[in-house]
């Protein structure tokens, strides 16, 4: 059905060309359509690029316990079982050089069962850009800091396949102030996510050990996995 429609519009140019293209010369004799040059590529914009990081930001700061209080996304996963996601705490281990990844574990639970997911954040050349490799280039997460006061919240893009999910954590599940949740949702609305697309979490619950037979890396999830609307964590 598509390359029928392609198929059309072509036609449907040529036709138009023919018609309209051309100019009568003098004596009846149609002069030739001068080629036209095709206009250049608009160069590609990273979305994550367009976000501000915190300024003079102090990656050891974020080191610590994160627990996940919304989320914002267009996702299709969360779209469908956004009413069911399950409690999620981050810890971030900092680099112990200055240029080192930061390791980072996530624990949720699914299908009744605690799940840890190991990852590594990867530092830029821009402050509070870091990048989450996966199995191929297309497949890399963009992450970018962008605001945090270190010691009560955070707020993180995630940039895949060039679909942002908007993360805000919290150092305690219980002293987050309203302006923060404030300007969390504002925020969003600049992305183009409204109240719908804002997915609050549980803030009880969470996992503590969690088994060997259930602890994941990364690079098995994009090898099992190949869907840019999980949002699993």
């Known amino acids: 059905m598509a390359g029928m429609w392609r198929y059309m519009v072509a036609v449907v140019l040529l036709v138009c060309v023919g018609l309209w293209g051309s100019t009568e010369a003098v004596g009846g004799a149609k002069s030739r359509p001068r080629p036209q040059r095709r ?3 608009k160069p590609k914009v990273n979305p994550s690029d367009q976000i ?10 974020m080191g610590g316990t994160w627990y996940l209080l919304t989320s914002a996304s267009k996702c299709s996963y969360l779209m469908k079982h956004g009413t069911k996601v399950e409690p999620t705490v981050m810890i971030l281990s900092t680099p112990s050089t200055p240029n080192g990844p930061l390791s980072v574990s996530t624990k949720t639970r699914h299908n009744h069962q605690c799940w840890e997911i190991l990852q590594v954040y990867n530092l830029t050349p821009t ?10 280039p297309e497949l890399d997460t963009d992450i970018v800091i962008r ?3 270190y010691t009560s919240y955070a707020i993180i893009y995630y940039q895949k396949l060039g679909k942002i999910t908007m993360k805000l954590y919290a150092r ?5 102030s309203e302006p923060v949740l404030a300007k969390f ?4 609305e600049k992305q183009g996510m409204g109240l719908a697309y804002l997915f609050p979490f549980p803030t009880y619950s969470h996992c503590g050990s969690v088994e060997k037979d259930y602890v994941i890396r990364q690079a098995m999830i994009d ?5 840019s609307d999980l949002d699993f964590i």
Do not use: W
């Open 39 to 41: 206009p250049p590529k």
């Open 52 to 61: 501000p990081p915190v300024q003079n930001i102090d990656i050891q700061q």
């Open 127 to 136: 402050p509070g850009h870091l990048t989450l490799k996966g199995l191929r």
């Open 147 to 149: 605001e945090t006061d």
């Open 172 to 176: 305690s599940v219980d002293d987050l």
């Open 185 to 188: 949702e504002e925020l969003a």
């Open 223 to 227: 090898s099992m996995v190949y869907d």
